[in-house]
């Protein structure tokens, strides 16, 4: 396989879990987007979802990090008004990734600090706590709610079968976005999965370096010669120590999905997004999903963020950032939500 294959290969496969992600989020045709999240926000209604509980304090940091949400939201919304070139829509996806992740990131912590919770302070910690937020309530919102833990995906609908060896490229409609979604989370869990038992082995070569260097200490204390084939190699592990590694690795969500292809497009395949589409659709379609998916983040996000801090607080925060930032008459980001907080 060509390089330029490998690229257009791992596209197809992100491509297709975003869709998979937006799909679960209730995407709909374009020129559909306020409908979409219109009826989002009566699944969130109707989720039981709403009611936290907790004492905001820190106004001014609650409202911080919203500002910096949908300011990084506005940055890729107004990609979609030039989608009609290729060559830019490929350039902004790469950073459309990035921004993504980071609109859930700090409308995650704009909510921690709603709570009465302290900010968390590092990208683990907060996908951590949104995982609390929202995998760990036994509730369905999905793609939100939908976590993959050692035991497999969780809060998956009993009509719903996830196929844990569905094809990257596959076909996303009703049923298959389960699967494709659980298959984008479980995959990124699966690299901390390995990077965690790596550090079981090195754990375990340590003590056994350490124990042959104790039980060498009592051999030449007891005048016997020294030995010489000091324990190198890394060790395997058990069955049973594989297991306990796995149960130490938490639930991941979307958001840890997210992150992954942050990183990717930032520092390890910077060229997924330019270099690996097939064609000009494919680019404005991921570019699209990747949009919808920060919209729809933002407002279930924002929606329990409101019940905390007061409807006229929050009202005030938001149309105070679309008279400052939003261009008149164009309705994304934050101003085109605001009329369905009404």
Request: net charge positive.
């Amino acid at each position: 396989m060509s390089l330029n294959d490998d690229l257009e290969s791992r596209f197809r496969t992100h491509a297709r879990y975003l869709e998979g992600i937006a799909w679960l989020a209730g995407v709909k045709p374009i020129g559909q987007e306020v409908k979409s999240l219109q009826t989002l926000k009566s699944r969130l209604d109707s989720s039981g979802i709403l009611g936290d509980s907790g004492s905001p304090t820190d106004y001014e940091q609650i409202h911080t990090r919203l500002r910096n949400s949908w300011g990084t939201e506005l940055l890729l919304a107004m990609s979609s008004r030039w989608d009609i070139d290729d060559e830019f829509v490929r350039l902004t996806n790469t950073w459309g990734v990035v921004q993504a992740y980071y609109v859930g990131y700090h409308t995650t912590q704009a909510l921690i600090v709603a709570r009465g919770d302290l900010r968390p302070s590092s990208h683990p910690r907060t996908q951590s706590m949104f995982g609390a937020l929202w995998s760990s309530r036994k509730l369905e919102l999905p793609p939100w709610t939908l976590g993959v833990g050692h035991g497999g995906p969780t809060n998956v609908p009993s009509s719903i079968s996830i196929d844990p060896n569905i094809h990257g490229w596959s076909r996303c409609d009703n049923d298959s976005c389960w699967s494709l979604t659980a298959k984008a989370v479980r995959t990124s869990r699966d690299e901390k999965l390995k990077e965690a038992i790596r550090n079981k082995r090195f754990a375990k070569q340590r003590e056994r370096s350490h124990d042959w260097d104790l039980q060498e200490a009592v051999r030449l204390a007891d005048g016997k010669r020294a030995r010489s084939n000091h324990p190198e190699s890394l060790p395997l592990l058990t069955a049973t120590e594989k297991i306990d590694v796995n149960r130490s690795v938490r639930t991941f969500t979307v958001l840890d999905y997210l992150y992954r292809l942050r990183i990717r497009a930032n520092y390890e395949d910077v060229s997924l997004f330019t270099e690996g589409p097939s064609d000009d659709i494919a680019s404005i379609q991921l570019n699209r999903h990747l949009r919808y998916i920060a919209a729809s983040t933002s407002l279930v996000t924002e929606l329990r963020i409101r019940e905390l801090v007061g409807n006229t607080r929050f009202m005030s925060w938001a149309d105070a950032f679309i008279s400052h930032n939003v261009p008149a008459r164009i309705s994304i980001g934050i101003a085109m939500r605001r009329e369905i907080f009404n």
